[in-house]
C-alpha cells in the first residue's frame, strides 16, 4: 500500500474536491463527486485518498511531533525561525503560523475525504464485505484526525458529511467529538480485519481501532472502559531491538499496530513526499543533515540515567531516541561539536535516513500506534482502575525488552504510577504523547504541577492553563462568524 498511498492520482483529487464546486458546465475531461463513485476501484481509491491525507506536514509529515512533544517538557527550540520557536512555548504573534494553520487544515482536509467515502461508497454495488471495510477504514482514519482535533483545540466543529460552499459549522462540545470517535471506532473494528498480506499492508485493522477506542477512553480518564479496548489489542509481538522501529527496514513490522505509509526511495524519486520531521530538530552543525529546530531537555536525558540494565549497560532506548556525546550520526558527535555545546541534545527516532543524505523527504514510516505503548498505556488504565497489581505485567514485557530487571509486586498505586509515567517517557519520546499524559493527568490545569513544570522547563515560565489548547486559526474564525476563538486567547 505504500505506493499507493504516496502517488494519488490528481485525476481523484480532481474527484474527490469537484462536489464542491457549483458548475453550470461539466468538463467531460474531469471527473466529479457525481460521476466518481461508481466501482469498487473508486472506493478503495478514495479511502486511499483519506490515507494519503495523514502524510500531510499538518498531520503526520511533519508537525505533530511539535504539537505533542516539543511544546511539552521534553522538548524545546533555539530555531531561528522565532515563530516556531515560539509555538513550542505555545507563543503566538499571528494565530495562523504556519504549524497552527497547517494542523487545523490538513486535519479537516483528510476529513473531507473521509466523509466522502464514507457517504459515497455504501451506494456503490459491489462486493459487501469490501464495502464494509473500505467504509470502516475512512470512519478509522476520521476519528484519528478527531482525536488530535479534540485533543489540541478542544471543542471543534464535527462535520460528518461534504460540506457545502455556504456551510458556516459551529463547534460541539468535546464531549460530543469524543463519543462520536467512540461511535467511528465501535463500528470500524466489525468489519476490519486483524491483517492485511501484499499491498494491503497498511490499512487499518480491527487491532487499531482497538488500540485507538482505548486511546480515546484512557484520555477521558475512563480507565475501565480503556481497559477493556485495550484487552482486545492482540495478535502484536515486542520486537527485540526497540531501534528497529524507526527504521525504514522495521516498517509494519510485528509490533506495529499502526503506522502512516510514506514512499520508498523509488517513490520519492517520482516526486511524492515522505515525512521530514527528523529533517527539521536532527543536529545541524556544520555540515549536518538537519536544521537543529528542536533539542531534548537536559531532564529528560537524565531519564534514561536512572536505570542500569542487568548487564550494567545503558537502556537500549537512549542511543534509539537521542544523539549525544559519544555517539555516532552520520559521523561521531565531537566532529559535528567538538569542545563546543558538548551538552547538547537532539532527537534522533527516524533519523537513519538522513545519515546518509541532504533529501527532504524521509521514506521511514511514521508509528502512530505500536505494541509496546500500547502495553503501558493499557498498564496506566489498569493502575488507575485500582488494579495495579494487573499493571505488573505489561510493564514488565516493556522492561524485559529494554533489558531492565522485572518490578516486583507490592507496589502501591502511587509508586506504580510513577513508575509507568517513567516508562512512558522512556518508550513514547517523541511519539506524539507527552503532550497527552500531560493533559489527562491535570499537568497543564494544576498551578501546583504547573510550578513542577517551570522547574524542569523554562518555557513553562509564563505558561497559563488556557495554553493547554492551541488557538483556532484566525483565517478560520475570520471566516467563520459561527466559530469562537477558545478562551484566553
Partial sequence: MKK??????????????????DLEITNPNQQTAETFWRTQQDAILGVNAAYRGLQENGSFGRWLQFAYDMRSDIGYSRSPWGDLANFTKTVFTSYDFEVNREIWIHHYQTIFRANQVIENVPGIQMDQAMRDRVVAEAKFIRALMYFNLVNLYGNVPL?????????????????????????????????????????????????????LLGRAHLQQREWNDAVQAFSLVTGYELLPNFRD???????????????????????????????????????????????????????????????????????????ATIFWRGRAYDRPYEDYFGARDEGRKFWIKYGEFYANTQDWDNPINVKVMRLGGILLLHAEALNEAGRTAEAVA???????????????????????????????????????????????????TDAARIAVLRQRDPDFANFAPHQALLPIPSTETNLNPNLQQNPGW
Fill in 4 to 21: 499507493r498511498n504516496s502517488i494519488l492520482p490528481p485525476l481523484l483529487l480532481a474527484a474527490l474536491l469537484a462536489g464542491c464546486a
Fill in 159 to 211: 462535520i460528518l458529511t461534504a460540506p457545502q460552499p455556504t456551510d458556516r459549522p459551529a463547534q460541539v462540545a468535546a464531549d460530543q467529538v469524543w463519543a462520536q470517535i467512540e461511535q467511528d471506532l465501535q463500528e470500524a473494528r466489525t468489519a476490519l480485519p486483524p491483517s492485511y498480506s501484499g499491498d494491503n499492508v497498511g490499512r487499518a485493522t480491527r487491532g487499531a481501532a482497538n488500540a
Fill in 245 to 319: 522501529n524507526f527504521t525504514e527496514n522495521g516498517d509494519n513490522n510485528r509490533e506495529s499496530i499502526f503506522e502512516v505509509q510514506f514512499g520508498g526511495p523509488e517513490v520519492l524519486a517520482a516526486g511524492s513526499r515522505g515525512q521530514n520531521i527528523i529533517k527539521l530538530i536532527g543536529p545541524c552543525a556544520p555540515g549536518g543533515p538537519a536544521f537543529c529546530d528542536g533539542d531534548v531537555r537536559p531532564w529528560y536525558f537524565d531519564e534514561f540515567m536512572r536505570e542500569r540494565t542487568t548487564s550494567g549497560g545503558a537502556d537500549q532506548r537512549l542511543d
Fill in 394 to 444: 505489561p510493564v514488565n514485557r516493556v522492561r524485559a525488552r529494554a533489558g531492565l530487571a522485572p518490578l516486583g509486586g507490592g507496589m502501591t498505586q502511587e509508586q506504580m504510577r510513577a513508575e509507568i509515567e517513567h516508562q512512558q517517557l522512556l518508550e513514547l519520546g517523541f511519539e506524539n504523547e507527552r503532550w497527552l499524559y500531560l493533559r489527562r493527568h491535570g499537568w497543564l
